[in-house]
């Protein structure tokens, strides 16, 4: 038995033969595995549970992981008759080698790092693992597939090549890897490969399965045994290779024409939008819902309260509304805190005993607000309570996995975040991505969460839809985050008031003897209106955590990240780390910027001098020295707008989400646009 990389002999437990639980899970190496068998390092023993219901007298059998058969042939000597995590291994020869693409396109891979940098076009390229669908983890093996596959697409291989001219990695990869259709390039390359490799072999899948049968017959007369076992589990294993390169190629059973020719189909002049625009569904929450909602409402402890929750569809699905004329300044709700979800009333209320005492012990997931403690007592209630949580009828009126899988960017596919090309926030809801996933294995590869929650309760979607609750809702006060009912329905909207100002900025502040949380209107409204707050942050805030954009947004500017420095051009690594420090820096090599006024700028400049190694002395913020560099860098950014300009104009959009990115793109390269052509002006 194998746990976090050290290996247990384990009598009893390794008699457990193997077969698939089939829950349809994603793959996650072999945390599948984890949630099921724990050891104890206090005291050494091994825990196995049941990964599925047993009856009594009947045979036990358990899921090994998230591997494929190369490693139950190689460490276990079998292969399994089911396996929904085996890939197709193809050989290289069978995909085009780097040496019979242009140079461009080799030049093209070394600037992407996909290969080292003084690699010959002669560089290996190993064999390939494909899943049914057509997935392929290796991530630089994808990438290089998807810049093979622009041989057989002429415009966007030009493209391509003009960007690796630049020192624009996020164009070159826009251009070269995740480009408009590469998806589809990929999955036909790797079609065609599939059905070639299968058409070359000299067996087809329908005379390996007749083979196989006549085996198995001739072992059950009792002849010999040894050498036949051998042939048995290697005919299995080719077989289960054959079953998925026929299902990727679309080859049947039989053997292929000697004379078939299969190849890459040609998308130069396909226009495929987006492999996932929103189908527009009907509004989630349900009259029965919103009213089991206000009679909730009433078992809470609101002292003050001239709102109420209406459902008014389009994007923002619900809203809160004046019961009665407000003016500015007016208190309009009031809630005691215990009535809020926080981490103060998690630890305090008492309603989930077991998971309170886990996290008493751990005080590290106090930090940020009490992010952690919210995001596990809200996958708790929402996913093990249910019906019994005493917050069910607030939980069920936020939006579902569902609804969040066609309006967050956490739950985007890279195919839909090319409609932010040009943008680093593409690369930043990546990274985002990433963070979640990272964060999600380690928690749920945790044995005592497990025990608590149940393994089928610690599945990605709930984590995810946890987490982004969390981002999106959280209401701040006293340092702390706070879930609100109610108070969180009110949407944002940043406008003037009669006397021409903006509506300031919402905030909730305490009254710390009386236990309550207390917001003012910022502005006035009317009875019946819908009430607005100015959550007062920028669009790429709003979309990375809300989903949506501002057009009208005064907080907003033009977003730098991924800014790297390069640590190869500073003599002295410790200088460059002072240097960063002294101008507020973390010791990062990486930062982001949020360019829109004279300090903004200015610390984006003293970042550039460190960057390019520049002299400083005494000089601070945007001057002469360093203007032209800067001026060069937002050049840069507005030429990365114009190259991938048009890309998904001819889609058809139909997704509030869609249209926010496009929005956002539009925004940001006017604000970079109204920098470059005033950036005199700020020195």
Known sequence: MVLHGRKFLTPLADMINYAPRNDDRAASLSNSFTLYHNRDESNGSITGRADRHVQAGKQIFEDYGDVDNSLFLEAHGFVPDENPFH??????????????????????????NIFPTNSKKNFPIPSICVKSDGTIEDDRLKAYLKVSALTKMSDQRAKCTESSRSDDYELLTLQCIDYPNSHHAL??????????????????LDEDIELLKRLEISMDKGKSKSHREQALIALKFRISDKKILSQLSNVEGQKCSQNDEISIDNFHDRNICDEGQDIIH????????????????????????MIEPRIVGDDMRLGAFATTDILEGDTYFSIHSDSTISLDTVMNGGYTHQLSSFLSRYKHLRSNGGFYYILLYLMYEKFVSKEKSRFHPYLSILPSIEEMKTSLPLFFSKEKLRFLAGSDMRT???????????????????????????ADNIRKD?????????????IWWDGKRHLVPLLDLVNCLEFRKSNGVINAPHKTTSDKKKM??????????????????NY??????????????????SYDCAYVSGTKLNVRGHDNIQDMETRLLQHGFDSSTESEFCLKDKKSIDNFANFVRIKYNMRYDVKNGLASDVIETVRNYLRERIDRYKALEGQNSACEINSHAIKAMQAYVQNEKTAFETIYNSLDTFL
């Open 428 to 454: 930043r809801v990546l990274i985002y991505q990433k963070r979640v996933s990272s964060e999600y294995e380690r928690i749920s590869s945790d044995y005592e969460l497990v025990t608590i929650f149940g």
């Open 462 to 474: 709930y984590f995810m839809w946890a987490y982004a609750i969390v981002d999106s809702r959280s």
């Open 536 to 553: 007062a942050s920028s669009n790429h805030i709003y979309l990375l955590y809300h989903g949506f954009t501002l057009i009208n947004n």
């Open 516 to 533: 309550l949380a207390i917001t003012k209107a910022t502005a006035p409204f009317k009875e019946g209106e819908q009430l607005f707050e």
């Open 87 to 112: 890939c197709a291994s193809i050989t290289s020869k069978f995909f085009p080698t780097p040496d019979e693409l242009p140079d461009a396109l080799w030049d093209s891979l070394l600037a992407l």
């Open 282 to 305: 009907p509004n989630k929450i349900s009259t029965s819902s919103l009213e089991n909602f206000k009679e909730f409402l009433n078992t809470l402890d609101i002292r003050n309260n």
């Open 187 to 204: 999955m036909s390359l790797i079609r065609s490969s599939a059905a070639n490799m299968l058409c070359s072999a000299q067996t087809s």
